[in-house]
């Protein structure tokens, strides 16, 4: 089993801001964290921790924060970076999912080339909350017949229990919150 860093120390470094997007939600802003050159490696250096040695191919960035963590990790692991984008970004043919969020649906597209099957993914992006993106994402993955070697998230929002929507699968977050 892999040891993770503890990264309790960078909390301090993430903002909260009350009601954005809209009222009743408190918002988890990384960007005070990524402009913090010390904070930002040891967030990178945490995930390349535990999931160095796992024979990673694939890092998958998730637009738009999974876009920040996943290059970077992807170069620590000596692997390729593939994102998953809105629709409508990317220029080649694509596989697409849509998924429905707290307040509509959304939709998500890949590349259809972008993952050979039995190609060794970890999938990155910033927030585990409810789980619907990382859920569509990972049906993307499975479209491609790509093995998913991990779902890695800065910040898991616990009291929203969107991790037992992964249960079998290898779920790293770095940094906790309780409500």
Known sequence: MQTVINCEALKPLIRTVPDFPKPGILFYDITTLLKD??????????????????????????????????????YRLNA??????????????TAKVSYDLEYGTDSLEIHMDAIE????????DDLLATGGTMQATVQLVRQLGGEIAGLGFAIELDFLQGRQKFREYDVLSLLHYDE
């Open 37 to 74: 050159k010390t904070g930002f490696a040891q967030l990178i250096d945490a995930f390349a921790a535990y999931y160095i040695g796992k024979e990673i191919d694939l890092v998958l960035g998730i637009e738009a924060r999974g876009f920040i963590f996943g290059p970077a990790l992807a």
């Open 80 to 93: 390729g970076f593939v994102p998953v984008r809105k629709p409508r970004k990317l220029p080649a043919a």
């Open 117 to 124: 099957p039995g190609q060794r993914v970890v999938i990155v």
